[in-house]
């Protein structure tokens, strides 16, 4: 497997050491340029802080700490609703 000689494209040599978008941006006679569009976008982090995703928006510590928020909200209401 080769990479594309374009400097930073980062993707797989298809036609004469040139990726197919950088392949058709010879052919055309431009000057080549970044693919931007195929650029991976960075993995999505948590809505709260820069840690990765987990779920639901959030980072693992994140995601847990609401969930064991709610938790405790409805061992609050069982506790309640159990004393009465
Ligand atoms: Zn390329
Ligand atoms: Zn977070």
Known sequence: M???SFLGC??????KG???????????????TPIRALQYTHAPTCSKCDKP???RGFCEYHYKKRWSKRKTLEN???TRNGKK
């Open 53 to 55: 995703y987990y779920s």
């Open 2 to 4: 080769v990479d594309c």
């Open 10 to 15: 980062g993707r797989q040599a298809e036609f």
């Open 18 to 32: 040139l990726c197919s978008a950088h392949y058709r941006q010879r052919k055309k006679g431009k000057s080549l």
């Open 76 to 78: 609050l209401k069982e």
